[in-house]
């Protein structure tokens, strides 16, 4: 049963967001419901959008999550929902022991979800990191452990830059 395991931009532009979820669905449609296993951190953006497509096809839902007060208090309402609603949904969660959230807490999680992985989706815009444990470091570290990794970012995708 192949394991995908999801890195991409936190800050999707509305539109951008829906493109992005019609190319994951296209994606995870090579698979059926019971051949696979998605990994995610939950975060918004990205990891959300894969999370909810995991799940509508009837998948299972790994959670990885950087530490315990992860998602932190710069969460908004419907990002804290959200997280709460997939994380009830996992099949699976694990919580990382990071006692802060940061850089170190992010690359653990990616660390986490490359060794659970056989396969990583990346939706990402194909620009440099922001440093260490965002999306740019995480396609950088699968592809040096020798993972495959698919990028997805439709054409006119846009970010807001939060």
């Given at each position: ?118 396969r990583v989706v990346a939706v990402w815009d194909g620009g440099p990191g922001n440093g260490p444990g965002g999306t ?27």
């Amino acid at each position: 049963m192949p394991v995908i395991a999801v890195t991409g931009h936190l800050d999707l532009a509305p539109a951008t967001s829906r493109a992005v979820r019609a190319a994951l669905d296209a994606f995870l449609d090579r698979y059926g419901a019971g051949e696979l296993t998605g990994v995610s951190c939950l975060a918004p953006g990205a990891d959300t959008l894969f999370a909810d497509a995991v799940l509508a096809r009837g998948a299972r839902l790994v959670a990885v999550l950087p530490g315990p007060s992860y998602p932190d208090a710069g969460a908004t309402t419907a990002e804290r929902a959200a997280f709460d609603r997939l994380r009830a949904a996992a099949h699976r969660v694990i919580v990382l022991p990071a006692p802060r959230l940061g850089p170190a807490a992010y690359v653990a999680a990616n660390d986490r979800l490359l060794g659970l992985a056989d396969r990583v989706v990346a939706v990402w815009d194909g620009g440099p990191g922001n440093g260490p444990g965002g999306t740019a470091d995480m396609v950088a570290a699968a592809r040096a452990a020798g993972l495959p990794v698919d990028v997805l970012w439709p054409p006119g995708s846009a970010r807001t830059g939060r």
